[in-house]
């Protein structure tokens, strides 16, 4: 875990610390200062920011001190910025001391969600002491844009959506399956290997059965989304002409007058060209936003 504090115990002055900034939205405990201040012998090291001596953790030691008169402070030193100090403030005060309530924590997730927006809902969750379902709410809950990767407790970078980009290679692939796992790779952001998974879960499942052109249209047709839209009612006409029958098709072109045809012809490919463009748009990463 980041931002840990693993230097030697020193002693610092009382009148030298600083407040920091507490994951607490109340403020301190004054019942929890009074316990501590009663209690006999040395109380455990608080952590101070080097650079400005402000508190990290260890605020209600730090009042208890005061309040008994001690002129020394038993401390560790840590190295960083605000936004890791907060990290480090709020991980220490989930695991030991008075702890953070519900509504501290949830606070201090949806902070550290935007300061450190690369992490896995699970690491955050591990530092605020939530359930990874917690932090994700609350992620989805911000307006932020989400980043392509975050990074997990074991270090590793991930997708954030690493099903979507599996789908977008299997369309990649169904659709040019002589294409090198490298470039697969590429155009849908994931690794060679996880491409030559996709590729490999292709062969095994066989080729699927073609879906009734028709009856997806009706399928399409029965969404609001699309029919009450003057794009999505543009998009259901144009896919219309899709849901012909091979049949209906081959009679078609076979009354196409003979001087026609050359011109027809590379009207029906730039079409096609227009189809798969439109196709690869639809299938790049992140572009899954709902209008």
């Known amino acids: 875990m980041p931002f840990d504090v693993d230097g030697p115990v020193t002693t610092v002055a009382v009148s030298d610390v600083r407040g920091g900034h507490s994951p607490r939205q109340g403020g301190e405990s004054l019942e929890h200062v009074q316990t501590l201040a009663d209690t006999i012998g040395e109380l455990p090291p608080i952590i101070v920011r080097r650079d400005d001596m402000r508190v990290v953790d260890g605020m209600h030691r730090l009042r208890a001190a005061r309040l008994r008169g001690d002129e020394r402070i038993a401390a560790r030193y840590f190295e960083g910025g605000d936004e890791e100090a ?16 519900l509504t501290d924590r949830k606070a201090a997730a949806a902070r550290i969600i935007a300061s450190h927006t690369h992490w896995s809902d699970r690491m955050i969750a591990t530092v605020a002491g939530l359930s990874a379902a917690t932090v994700a709410r609350i992620r989805r809950s911000r307006p932020e844009s989400a980043p392509e990767v975050r990074l997990g407790n074991d270090g590793k970078l991930r997708p954030v959506n690493g099903l979507e980009r599996r789908r977008v290679a299997r369309a990649i ?44 249209v009706m399928r399409l047709r029965s969404d609001p989304t699309l029919r009450f839209s003057e794009t999505g ?27 026609w045809r050359d011109t027809v012809a590379r009207m029906a490919i730039e079409c096609s060209d227009a189809w798969r463009g439109f196709a690869e748009t639809l299938l790049a990463p992140g572009n899954t936003k709902a209008g």
């Open 233 to 259: 009612r543009a998009l259901l006409r144009l896919l219309e002409a899709r849901s012909v029958s091979p049949e209906k098709w081959a009679a078609i072109a076979a009354n196409v007058p003979p001087h």
């Open 86 to 101: 907060f990290v480090l403030a709020v991980r220490t005060n989930v695991t030991h001391g008075l702890p953070l309530s």
């Open 173 to 216: 692939l169904m659709t040019e399956p002589d294409l090198s796992l490298r470039e697969v790779a590429r155009r849908a952001g994931i690794s060679p290997e996880t491409a030559r998974s996709v590729r490999r879960k292709l062969a095994e499942a066989g080729p699927a059965p073609s879906p009734d052109p028709a009856a997806l």
